[in-house]
């Protein structure tokens, strides 16, 4: 089994930043691909930023040029710094990890950010 834990969520001002971190444990496969997704209230949840291994980044367009996704590969982690936090950014966020077999969710970390 695969263990995801988010940290580093929490409340800020609106054009503040944060960095969430999440770090794989447990059985780790190949990995092929990490990422973030967020769930705003009454919301479905939505993709904000992934990861595969070749390296390419992809991002939704509302965060797109503010936030930035990371791989530490050797410690199975993935970071998101956020810049330029909206009202709008305002949800909980969950790390993904996609393997060969499965997909694997974090708890969820809630950020949010006043206007």
């Known amino acids: 089994q695969v263990q995801l834990v988010e940290s580093g969520g929490g409340l800020v001002q609106a054009g503040g930043t944060l960095r969430l971190s999440c770090a794989a444990s447990?059985?780790?496969?190949?990995?092929?691909?990490m990422g973030w997704y967020r769930q705003a209230p009454g919301k479905q949840r939505e993709l904000v930023a992934t990861?595969?291994?070749?390296?390419?980044?992809n991002y939704a367009a509302p965060v797109q040029g503010r936030f930035t996704i990371s791989r530490d590969n050797a410690k199975n982690t993935v970071y998101l710094q956020m810049n330029s936090l909206k009202a709008e950014d305002t949800a909980v966020y969950f790390c993904?990890?996609?393997?060969?077999?499965?997909?694997?969710w974090g708890q969820g970390t809630q950020v949010t950010v006043s206007s």
């Open positions: 993904n990890l996609k393997d060969v077999w499965n997909d694997y």
């Open positions: 447990g059985t780790i496969s190949s990995i092929n691909a």
């Open positions: 990861m595969p291994n070749t390296g390419d980044t």
